[in-house]
């Protein structure tokens, strides 16, 4: 199965652009990325998901690299409602159906 | 969350008893599965399921049992309790295809067992 790695915390400056790496270097070419956050122990809300091209939406940004080995999450405007765990999931299939593997996340946070 | 619910949210146990947790879900989504999430850690697989009648252990399958009768819903049981099974569970669903679907968890049930 693929695995992630992200950094264990970062912080940003409220309004600044947040960016949130992700290395998924044994990711195969069907598996897509996928973003989600996790605010206290809430459950995870859904921020944004790619396979190869970047995406953007009314919540951020994903930016891939060609060889698909890493991605970045951005938050172009960082608001202190931004303060929380971002998990890079990867989407396994396998010969049953699929599922989804998280890494321990990056603990973001914006500072006022 | 719309649309995944479990139940219960809280609730404590004392080692050795059983219980069995529910996640409901009205989307008609073929997958479903059932995480766990300890203190400092990110989710952890426990038990999935890609339609009515079928089960797959994920990574973290052992003191627990799960059951898909109808569609819309998925338990976990848990038959003798301990202490290591005290958790923070969350349920999800995602629709299957071929494209990215979304992936929608429930608000959490949280488990302590003394």
């Known amino acids: 199965d693929a695995k992630t790695t992200q950094p264990t915390s970062m912080d940003c400056a409220e309004g600044r652009a947040a960016n949130l790496p992700c290395n998924h270097s044994?990711?195969?070419?069907?598996?897509?990325v996928y973003w989600y956050r996790q605010i206290h122990s809430q459950g995870p809300q859904y921020i944004i998901h790619g396979l190869k091209n970047n995406e953007t939406n009314e919540m951020a940004s994903l930016i891939i690299t060609e060889d698909r080995k890493s991605s970045t999450l951005i938050l172009p405007h960082a608001t202190l409602r931004d303060t929380a765990v971002y998990y890079c999931?990867?989407?396994?299939?396998?010969?049953?159906?699929?599922?989804?593997?998280f890494g321990p996340g990056t603990r973001l946070s914006v500072l006022p | 969350n719309a649309g995944v619910t479990q139940t219960p949210k809280f609730r404590v146990l004392k080692t050795g008893q059983s219980m069995t947790l529910l996640c409901a879900q009205d989307m008609n989504h073929e997958y479903m599965y059932w995480y766990r999430q300890d203190p400092g850690m990110g989710l952890r697989l426990i038990h999935y399921s890609v339609g009515e009648g079928t089960t797959a252990k994920g990574e973290v399958p052992d003191g627990y049992n799960v059951s898909r009768l109808k569609k819309q819903n998925f338990l976990l049981g848990l038959e003798s309790a301990a202490p290591s099974q005290t958790s923070v569970y969350f349920c999800a669903s995602v629709s299957a295809g071929l494209s990215g679907n979304t992936i929608y968890f429930g608000e959490g049930s949280w488990l302590t067992v003394v």
């Open positions: 999931i990867v989407r396994v299939r396998d010969n049953y159906g699929q599922n989804f593997v």
């Open positions: 044994t990711i195969s070419g069907n598996e897509y």
